[in-house]
C-alpha cells in the first residue's frame, strides 16, 4: 500500500476542500469485522478534476460519487479513485473493516481478567482509512458527525459529546488522524471543571485501581486546564474532556481532541514511586497543551511535526512543574528524556528538529523521536528564556488566533513570535531548527593563587549561541549562577577573573540548554565529593547526564560511572534521580563490559542499592527505587527467591504483584527459576499485565526451547498482539545469555526484513527494535549490519531501527577495547 506523499498532500490540498465526514460503524458483529460507512461532503476547485481518498478495507462493499456507483474494482491497494469531480461532491462509502490487534485502526482486545472485549480507534499517522474512508492528510480538516451501533449495555465515547442513540455531536473540524472512539464495558468517573465536562474510562478489571487514583488524575487534569488557559488566553475548545486508559496501547498516549487515549499502564495496580506518578502527571498534561498544539491548530505536513510535539514536550513538563505537586519535572526531563536526545542527535540517523522536507506520511514515523521530542523542548526552553515569558505567549496567542481550527507552518509560528518579540527569528530556527548535531561545552579555567585568571566557555559542535548560567561551588554550596551567552567557539566569562577559584564549575546549571557538558580537569575531580550533597537536582541531574554521556562518548570509562554510583547514589534522595541513574548504568554496563567484567561491576552496583535501601524510609519511593534497581543488578538468587516467599524483606517493603514479576524475571535469566515458578505466578495474576510479564519470563528462560518459540512468535506470529510480540522480543537477548543466543545474531539479519513486512510500521519497528541482538558485542555483528544496510527492499523503519543500533554496537566495542 502506497504512503501519502508530500506532493500529493499539496495537490490534493489545492484541490479539495472537505465540508464534512458523516461516519457510521457497526461493532454488533463479529470478533473479526465491523461495519464502516461514511458520507464525505468536499468541494472541488476545479470541476471535472480526479483525485482519490484511501480507505484500508477488509471488503469494499460499494462506493458512490454524486449518487453514480463507482467501479470498485479499480481500486488500487488502498486508494479509491474519483474522477469528474463536481464543484460540490458527496462521496459514499460501505466497507467491512478488519479489527486491528496491533494498536492501530480500530483494536479489538479481550481481557483476560474477564473475558470482556474492549475497542478503541487510533486513526494516527495512515489508520484512520483502516476505520472509513477518507481524504488521510493533516490539512484537510473537517466537522465529523459519528454514529456507533454497539452491543447493549457498552459505554461508548468519542470526540464529540453522546447524543443517545449512539450517535455523537458533530466535532470542530478535526484532521483525521484524531478521530477516535472507545467502546466495551468501560468503568468511568466524571467530574467538572470550569464548564468543562472530565471523564475517566478504563476497563472493569483495573475499576478499583481507577477508583484509588481518581481523585489524583481529576486534580492533575483541573490544575493543568487553570495554567493552560492562564499561558494561552484562549479556553480549551472541545467541550468536553474525556481520558480513556486503553489496553495494549502503542504510544504513550494520543491527543485525541475531546477524546485522549491513554495506555492503560498508567492505572497502577502496584506500589509506584512518585517518579512514576511525575511521568504520568507530565503525559496528561503533554496531552492537555496538544489540545491547542496540534488540535485546535494542526501542522500542514508532517515537516511541521516539531509543532505539536516540541510545543507538547516544553509545556507538558513546564505546566506540570508550575501547577502540580511535582515539582522537579525539569529534573526528570535533563535526566530521561534530554538524555535520549542527545543520543538521537549523535547518531547516523540524525536530523534537524524541523526538518526542510519529509517525503512522505510513512518516513513522518521515523521522526517521533528524541530529536522532535527532548531536544525540541530543550530549543523552546531556552528560546522562552531568550525571548521571556510576555513575548513567547503574545507570540502563541496571536498564532492561535490567526489559525484556529485551521493548519499551519514554521514559517507562520516565526512570524507571530517575531513580531510578538521584535526579534528577527530566522537566523535562530536556522540554527536550532534546521540543522542537526549537539554542540559541547567546556569551561576552560586558568588559575594563579587560588584565583581565576581567566576564565572562557569553549564550544565545539555547530557552534550556535547558547544562553547558560555557570554555577559557581564552593562544595556542594552555591556561590553564585553567573549567566552567560555562548558565541562562537569561545566565549570569555569576565565576571569571574579574580575571584577564588571554586572547587567546581558547573557548565549549564540550571540546564536551560541543549548541549553537552563537559567540565574542567579539576571541576571532574570535585564531583565525587560534591554531587552526594549538592541541594539542587537539576544540577545533579547534569553533573550525573554528564557522567554518562562521558562513558558514551568514550571520554570516561564505565569504571569512572561505578565510582560515582558507589559514592553518591546512596545518599540520593530524589527516587526519579535514582531510577534514572540505575537504568541508564545498567544500559552500559550490560553492553560495554564483556561478560566477566560486567558481572564484576555489577557488585558494586548492587552494594550501592543495598546501602540506600537500607536507609530510605520505609514504605516510601526512595525504597522502592532502591528495590527495583537492586533486583534488576543483583546476582544473589538465594535474596530474590527468599523475597518471592517474603522472607528477609526490608521493612516497609511490599512485595506486591509488579515487584513479584521483576523477581521472577530476574531469576529465570539468573537460571533460578522455571516454567513453573513462572506459570505459578500468572495463575494468581489472570491480567493483560500477567500475560506480557509471563511472555517476557518465558522468552528470558535460558533453555533452547524457549528461545526457539520466542522467535518463533517475533518473526512469524500475527495471532498474538502488539504487546505479547513485544514482550517475547524484550526477553530474548540477556547479556547472561550470549553463549545459548549466538545462533539467532545472524537469524535477526536474516530473518527480520520480511518478519518486518509482516506487521504495521509502528508494531514492526517497536519488534524490530526490541529483537535487535544488541549483548552481541562483536564486530561480525556488526558486519551482519552493514550487509542488510546494503539491500534496497528494507522498509524504512526496520533501515532506521539497524542504523541506530548498529552505531551503539560500535560505541560499545570502542569501549570493550
Known amino acids: 500500500m502506497r ?67 463507482l467501479d470498485v474494482s479499480t481500486f488500487d491497494g488502498n486508494r479509491l479513485p474519483l474522477s469528474g469531480l463536481a464543484e460540490v461532491n458527496e462521496l459514499v462509502v460501505e466497507a467491512d473493516m478488519a479489527y486491528s490487534n496491533t494498536g492501530e485502526g480500530l483494536h479489538r482486545f479481550v481481557d483476560p481478567a474477564d473475558g470482556e472485549t474492549y475497542l478503541y480507534a487510533m486513526s494516527f499517522l495512515d489508520h484512520a482509512p483502516r476505520i472509513f474512508a477518507c481524504f488521510d492528510q493533516p490539512d484537510l480538516k473537517a466537522p465529523v458527525t459519528l454514529t456507533v451501533h454497539a452491543p447493549e449495555g457498552w459505554l461508548v465515547a468519542a470526540n464529540g459529546a453522546a447524543e443517545g442513540g449512539g450517535r455523537f455531536a458533530t466535532t470542530p473540524p478535526l484532521a483525521t488522524y484524531f ?73 504513550g498516549a494520543m491527543e485525541n481532541p475531546g477524546l485522549v487515549t491513554l495506555r492503560d499502564d498508567y492505572i497502577f495496580r502496584s506500589a509506584v514511586t512518585d517518579g512514576d506518578r511525575e511521568w504520568r ?66 547518531r547516523p540517523s540524525t536530523h534537524p528538529v524541523a526538518p526542510e522536507e519529509v517525503a512522505d506520511a510513512a518516513h513522518a514515523l521515523l521522526n517521533f523521536d528524541g530529536i522532535s521530542y527532548a531536544k525540541g523542548a530543550s530549543v523552546l526552553r531556552q528560546l522562552v528564556a531568550s525571548l521571556g515569558d510576555e513575548a513567547f505567549f503574545a507570540g502563541l496567542r496571536a498564532h492561535f488566533a490567526a489559525h484556529r481550527f485551521g493548519n499551519a507552518t514554521l514559517a507562520d509560528l516565526l512570524a507571530a513570535l517575531s513580531t510578538a518579540s521584535g526579534r528577527d527569528l530566522s537566523g ?32 565545539t559542535g555547530a557552534t550556535r549561541p547558547h544562553r547558560v548560567a555557570l554555577g559557581v561551588y564552593d562544595g556542594p554550596a552555591l556561590r553564585q549562577r553567573v549567566p552567560v551567552d555562548v558565541v562562537g567557539e569561545r566565549t570569555e566569562v569576565a565576571e569571574l577573573a579574580g575571584e577564588p577559584a571554586a572547587d567546581l564549575l558547573l557548565v549549564n546549571s540550571g540546564d536551560l540548554t541543549f548541549a553537552k557538558v563537559r567540565l574542567d580537569p579539576a571541576s571532574a575531580a570535585a564531583v565525587p565529593g560534591i554531587l552526594p550533597a549538592l541541594d539542587d537536582s537539576l544540577d545533579r541531574a547534569v553533573l550525573w547526564s554528564t557522567t554518562i554521556d562521558s562513558v558514551r562518548d568514550g571520554d570516561a570509562s564505565p569504571a569512572d560511572l561505578v565510582a560515582l554510583v558507589i559514592t553518591a547514589l546512596p545518599l540520593e534522595t530524589e527516587p526519579l534521580v535514582v531510577e534514572g541513574v540505575l537504568g541508564m ?181 517497536q519488534v524490530a527494535k526490541s529483537a535487535f541482538p544488541r549483548y552481541a558485542v562483536a564486530a561480525s555483528t556488526r558486519k551482519a549490519a552493514a550487509a542488510l544496510l546494503a539491500r534496497d527492499d528494507l522498509e524504512p523503519g526496520l533501515r532506521r531501527v539497524v542504523i541506530d543500533a548498529d552505531d551503539d554496537l560500535r560505541r560499545a566495542l570502542a569501549a570493550r577495547g
Request: aromatic residues 10%; proline residues 5%; negative net charge.
Open 281 to 346: 502527571a507530565v503525559v496528561i498534561a503533554h496531552e492537555m497543551a496538544h489540545q491547542w498544539f496540534g488540535d485546535l491548530v494542526t501542522m500542514r505536513w508532517w515537516d511541521d511535526l516539531w509543532l505539536n510535539e516540541s510545543f507538547a514536550e516544553y509545556l507538558g513538563v513546564r505546566v506540570t512543574g508550575e501547577s502540580t505537586r511535582f515539582d522537579r519535572s525539569w529534573t526528570t526531563f535533563g535526566l530521561r528524556r534530554k538524555a535520549s536526545g542527545y543520543v538521537a542527535d549523535q
Open 3 to 69: 504512503s501519502l506523499t508530500r506532493a500529493e498532500a499539496a495537490e490534493r490540498a489545492d484541490l479539495l476542500t472537505v465540508e464534512s465526514y458523516t461516519v457510521e460503524l457497526d461493532v454488533t458483529g463479529g470478533p473479526e469485522r465491523f461495519g464502516s460507512a461514511v458520507t464525505v461532503r468536499f468541494r472541488s476547485a476545479r470541476p471535472g478534476a480526479a483525485t482519490f481518498a484511501e480507505v484500508k478495507p477488509a471488503e469494499l462493499r460499494s462506493a458512490r460519487l454524486n449518487g453514480t456507483p
Open 179 to 251: 478521530v477516535s472512539l472507545v467502546a466495551g464495558p468501560f468503568h468511568a468517573r466524571y467530574d467538572e471543571h470550569d464548564g468543562i465536562p472530565l471523564g475517566l474510562l478504563c476497563r472493569r478489571s483495573l475499576a478499583p485501581h481507577l477508583d484509588k487514583d481518581a481523585d489524583e488524575v481529576f486534580e492533575i487534569t483541573k490544575a493543568c486546564f487553570d495554567r493552560f488557559h492562564e499561558l494561552f488566553g484562549i479556553r480549551y475548545p472541545f467541550g468536553k474532556y474525556d481520558q480513556a486508559f486503553v489496553p495494549e496501547f502503542n504510544a
Open 428 to 459: 535562530w530556527a536556522d540554527l536550532w531548527l534546521r540543522r542537526s548535531g549537539v554542540d559541547t561545552l567546556r569551561a576552560e579555567v586558568t588559575t594563579v593563587d587560588g584565583r581565576y585568571q581567566s576564565v572562557h566557555i569553549a564550544q
Open 585 to 765: 548504568t545498567r544500559d552500559l554496563l550490560d553492553r560495554y563490559l564483556d561478560p566477566v567484567p560486567r558481572e564484576i561491576a555489577l557488585q558494586p552496583v548492587a552494594m550501592a542499592c543495598e546501602r540506600l535501601l537500607a536507609t530510605a524510609p520505609p514504605g516510601g519511593s526512595l525504597q522502592l527505587a532502591a528495590a527495583r534497581g537492586l533486583i534488576e543488578v543483583s546476582t544473589d538468587a538465594r535474596r530474590l527467591a527468599g523475597w518471592l516467599k517474603r522472607q528477609g524483606v526490608p521493612e516497609g517493603l511490599r512485595i506486591d504483584t509488579d515487584l513479584r514479576w521483576a523477581l521472577c524475571e530476574r531469576l529465570v535469566v539468573l537460571g533460578a527459576a522455571g516454567p513453573d515458578r513462572i506459570e505459578a505466578e500468572l495463575a494468581n495474576d489472570r491480567s493483560a499485565t500477567g500475560e506480557q510479564c509471563a511472555a517476557r519470563c518465558r522468552a528470558a528462560l535460558p533453555d533452547p526451547a524457549a528461545k526457539a518459540e520466542a522467535w518463533r512468535v517475533v518473526t512469524e506470529d500475527t495471532t498474538l498482539s502488539n504487546r505479547l510480540v513485544e514482550a517475547n522480543a524484550e526477553g530474548f537477548w540477556q547479556p547472561e545469555q550470549t553463549d545459548l543466543t549466538r545462533s539467532y545474531v545472524e537469524r535477526y539479519f536474516a530473518e527480520m526484513p520480511a518478519a518486518a513486512r509482516l506487521r504495521t510500521p509502528w508494531a514492526a519497528d
